[in-house]
């Protein structure tokens, strides 16, 4: 972490960057927040560590419009969303002075609280120099330990890999995390009956409470004005009045960033209450897959995206009622 | 003082449901939030905090105010019956209960709010001592003593049995009507309890913070604070903070076309987003950093200045475990604090 | 042609039809004399692509019983290709609606020329049957819209 200190310190003091995004440490041992750094005093309270899993491609929406070039540092996965973006045309690529830096699964604070740990005083063994294997932790119910990989997010285990796809340099060790298969989740709910399916999601979608926290925080999203904002609409984007209302929102919500969404795993990561959004997205994901061929968006700034593109022999829409 | 075994808790709730209506903390799919008592239901009193405060109960998130329905030329309007049934909210921490105060505030002072006076009117607080506070807790710094709570019953959990104190009126007739499951307890067994409670919340990291210069009527060096546009930068303007807070009171009110005629009806707002207090000729506040302002300045110094120096926050933590950006409103009053001199 | 309908229930469909096939289609089955039910309410659109997913959920949530979408042969759009995207989001949402539960066949899509008015009144007929066999839409519907 302080190497990537010291290179950000370089490099506001010569003048190629005008401001750092990156992590600034919180109050408490897990909630680092996004933050920008101006001045070389500033980042002493930088952090780099197993708690920053926030995908600073979205902000580099905003940071684009800025004056100079803003620092930001990317996780493998994010350099996807970044792609991705620079595909749609919503950042800038000479504003950005991207440092691609390591990661080794980026960990969630409810996963810990799950294991009945609580009254958290400080974590150790979540710093990016850690081998990522056990984080001990000091709670004022006394010390407990949990493994690193029981802690991390559930985009983590199934990581598209170390690479970072856009960087200007990279900083770091990363470190293999996948040990479970994408779409092994969504296979599942497939083979499930209708009645099993529907209440499943009638389950999971009843303790949506419409905080868009999804939609806010999702790379992809980055539309203006959502539609959902519209006040044109008799049914509110907040108002969770009837179950109907939040499976529109999270079927359309999904559907308008599919073909575009890397799978980067934001939104499941902020829900409040641990819907796991991403289930939606990897449907479509895995349905395009199945259809149109192998796509990973955020690969490349260049290829078209498979809802912007068609072949003569496409599957019918009928398919889906006749796989049965 | 009374009490109850662990194992018979189910027959109470049983007893309490069967002639109203129970709200507990209920887990459904993985998380635990306020949800009706239905017999298979997995009751989980040992959680700490629900995702969402238990301010449905008296303020739901989207209720129905009136109903016009259309029937060839003949236009009828039905106004919404108000809550008349009785029901028992269990296991409220006492935060929540201070939250709840802080809505009466709101709604119960003129012009009264008719559908929230009824479910107060109806309603029963069965509140629960902490057991174990967490580090997120702040509920001390504004003069909450969670192993004490104030409501219509008191209960600590000890060693597997529920002990049982009734406060009000409210409280009595709700014991009365239990009273064949309950035994008597020990009272020095719960102030047993509550000093071990008080000790840990004595550890805890936000205990000690400091309200100072916050809830004054002269709040304009605050308010133009440049500290605000530091803040606020990395909000993404959901609505997780005013959804999750036992005190946020702010709602709109919408129609929907049911095709047949139209529901008015209220749903919560959140000052975080872009069309909060939308009006015809735009919006009052049009950047973040003021939407992102509003909110705690509203807790913290508007609502204490017109409610004799009662803060609209209780401390309750949940902002700081579920903000996406780990924002929140201890971040707030730690950074105003670093600003010294600032009044 | 026309099926029985029963008393109890009679379903609502919409049918999204473009306006250079499907819906010249429509009109020819009708001036051709050939029957569908009056269940079947239709919109037209410009093209089958303008058919947004919003589209097809708002109908359901106001009480469609079926959704079914109709646009020109692949190859025949008026505006070259509006119907090979459209056949792709549809498969897409089709395949989402099933993947959280909602019964198949609510939904179809049937591509429609100018020329098939036979055909038209055909595949209502039979998409009125089939939403009949499912019943009701309820995993759908917004409770306010029920009368």
Redesign the interface.
Known sequence: MQELINRAKELLADGTVARVLGWKA???PY??????FETEESLKDFVYNGFCG?NLS??MIEASKLEGKTLVCLKPCDTYSFNQLIKEHRVDREKAYIIGVGCKGKLD?EKIRKQGI????SISGAEITDEAETLTIQ???GEKTCAYKDAMLERCHVCKGKEHKIYDELMGESKETKDADRFAEVEK??A?S???????????L??C?????C???CPACSCRKC?F?S?KF?????????S??E??FH??R??HV?GRCTDCGECS??C????PLHL?NR??IK??DT??GEYQAGEDTTSKG???????E????????ERG | MYKIAAENLQALFRKIAADQDLYLPVK????V?FRAWSQDAEVCLDT?KT??SPKDAFFP??ENLYTCKKDEKNISIEPQALQEKNFVVFGMKACDVQGVKVLDNVFLSDPVDTFYAARREHGTIVALACH?????CFCKVFGIDCADPVADVATWMIDGELYWKPLTEKGEALTKAVAELLDDGDEAKVEEEKTAIRA?VE???YSNLSLEGWGQEDYMDRFNSPVWEELY??C?????C???CPTCQCY?I????TGHGVQR?R????CM???FT?MAHGNNRNSQMQRFRQRFMHKLVYYPVNNNGMFSCVGCGRC???C????NI??VI?AFENQGGEK | MSIETNEEFRPKIVAFCCNWCSYAGADLAGSSRLSYPADVKIIRVPCSCRVN??FI??A??KGADGVIMCGCH??DCHYS?GN??A???????????????????R???EWVSAAEGVKFSQTMNEFVEKIHSLGKNV??????CRS
Not at chain 1, 31 to 36: D, H, Q, R, T
Not at chain 1, 314 to 321: F, T
Not at chain 3, 139 to 144: H, I, M
């Open positions: 919180g109050d408490l909630n680092p927040e996004p933050a920008y926030a979205k902000y604070i609580k009254g958290i005083e709670t004022i119910y709910i497939e499930m209708p009645e099993e399916k529907f209440a499943f999601f009638q389950n999971e009843s303790k409470i419409r905080c868009n926290a939609r806010n925080v539609v904002d006040n008799d049914s509110a984007q907040k108002a969770n009045v009837d109907f209302e499976k529109m079927i359309i999904a559907f599919a990561r902020v409040p209450q641990g819907i939606f449907k479509f349905d395009i259809f149109y498979p809802l912007t593109n068609f072949t003569f496409d599957v019918e829409p009928s398919i889906v009622a | 459904v799919s993985d998380q939030n700490l995702v969402k998130q989207s174990e506070p967490e580090e997120s840990i550890k805890l990291p930068k990395p993404l303007a959901c609505g997780t005013t959804f999750v709109d919408k129609d929907y076309d009806y749903c919560w707002d959140s987003y872009s069309d939308m700081v475990e579920k996406p950006s780990s924002l201890v971040k730690k | 997913p919003m959920l708002r359901f949530e692949p190859g290709t090979y995207y056949r792709r989001r549809m498969t897409l949402l089709f395949s989402m609606l099933d993947y959280i539960g909602v019964e198949n066949g939904t179809r899509v995993r759908l519907e917004d409770l306010r």
